[in-house]
C-alpha cells in the first residue's frame, strides 16, 4: 500500500476580478479518499475600492475612445457634414450592389431545376445587400481608419497616464 501524498495548492485569480481570493489549501491525497481538506485559510481584498477603481479607469478608456473617434471623424471631414458624406458613399456604393444582385439573381436561377421565381428574387436581394455593404465599407475605409487611428492613439495616451499613475518613476 502507498503512503499518502501531501500536497499544497495555492489558488488566485485576477486582481482585476470582484475579489481577490487566495486560498492556501493543505490537502491531504490518499488512494482510498478522493481529497479531505486539512487547513484553509482566506485573505479577502477590499471589494467596493478595487470595484470603484476599475468602474472610473473604464470611463476613462470610454471617453478617451470617444473624443478619438470624434477628433478622427472631424480629421477626415475637414467640417463636411457626416450626412453628406455617407450620401456620396452610399450613391458610390450602388455599383456594387447592382453586380452582386445580379449575381445572386443568376446563382439562384441557375441553382435548381424548378427555376422558383421568389427564390431568385431572395437570392438576388441577398446578393445586392452584401455588395452595397461591400461598396459602402469600401468607400468609407478612409474614415474608418482615420477614426480607428485617432481612438487608438487616444486610449493608448489613457492607458500610458493610468500605468504612470499606479507606477510612479523616482528619479532620484
Known sequence: ??????????????ARGANLVLSLRRTLVSPFSIAAPVRQREVT??????????LH?????????????????????????????????????????????????LGGFSGSRHRSPARTLAYGMLG?????GA??????????????TAVWKRVGRTRDEHWLESNPIDYA
Open 1 to 14: 500500500m502507498q503512503s499518502p501524498a501531501h500536497v499544497t495548492s495555492i489558488t488566485s485569480f485576477p
Open 45 to 54: 481584498m477590499n471589494f467596493s475600492a478595487r470595484l470603484t477603481s476599475n
Open 57 to 105: 479607469y473604464g470611463r476613462q478608456l470610454f471617453r478617451s475612445a470617444m473624443a478619438g473617434a470624434h477628433s478622427g471623424e472631424e480629421q477626415y471631414l475637414h467640417g463636411k457634414p457626416f450626412h453628406l458624406f455617407m450620401d456620396e458613399s452610399a450613391s458610390q456604393a450602388l455599383k456594387p450592389a447592382v453586380v452582386a444582385a445580379l449575381l445572386g439573381a
Open 128 to 132: 445586392g445587400t452584401i455588395g452595397f
Open 135 to 148: 461598396g459602402l465599407a469600401w468607400q468609407s475605409r478612409g474614415l474608418t481608419s482615420s477614426v480607428a
